[in-house]
C-alpha cells in the first residue's frame, strides 16, 4: 500500500546464505521512483529501521505498474534497480502477478536470461 504497483518479497539476512546475510549493501543505480517491470533490492541495517524483524533485512521489489514509489511511514527509502522485466514480458508478469495478489503468499523463482 505505500509503494505503489509491487509485489514485495521479503528476505531477513538470516535466511540467505552466508555470505550474503552479513553484507552491508551500497547504493548503486539507485532510485525512489522504480518504473514499471523495474527489480529492485532494498538493504536495511540491523535495527535501522523500527518495526522489521531483527537483523539485516533486505526486500525485493518487483514494480509491475507505472506509480511506484519508496516511501514509507519512517520516510523516503533508496532502492537498487537490480534487474527488469523486458518489456515484450511485462504483460505476462502483471497477471501472474495479479494471480499471486489474489491467491496469496507463494514461492517465487527468478532466473537470468542467457
Known amino acids: ?12 539476512a538470516s535466511v540467505l ?3 550474503l546475510s552479513q553484507t552491508d549493501m ?8 522504480p518504473q514499471a517491470g523495474e527489480v ?4 536495511a541495517s540491523s535495527g535501522s529501521i523500527k518495526g522489521l524483524p531483527p537483523g539485516a533485512f533486505f526486500d525485493l521489489g518487483i ?7 519508496l ?12 534487474g527488469e522485466i523486458v518489456p515484450e514480458d511485462l504483460a505476462h508478469a502483471q497477471s501472474c502477478i ?8 507463494c514461492r517465487l523463482s527468478i532466473e537470468p536470461l542467457d
Open 1 to 12: 500500500m505505500w509503494t505503489g504497483p509491487e509485489l514485495s518479497c521479503p528476505l531477513p
Open 17 to 19: 546464505p552466508e555470505e
Open 26 to 33: 551500497p547504493l548503486e543505480n539507485a532510485s525512489s521512483f
Open 40 to 43: 529492485v533490492l532494498a538493504y
Open 63 to 69: 514494480f509491475y505498474g507505472d506509480g511506484g514509489r
Open 71 to 82: 516511501l514509507f511511514p519512517f520516510g523516503w527509502l533508496m532502492a537498487n534497480i537490480c
Open 98 to 105: 495479479g494471480e499471486i495478489r489474489k491467491n496469496g503468499a
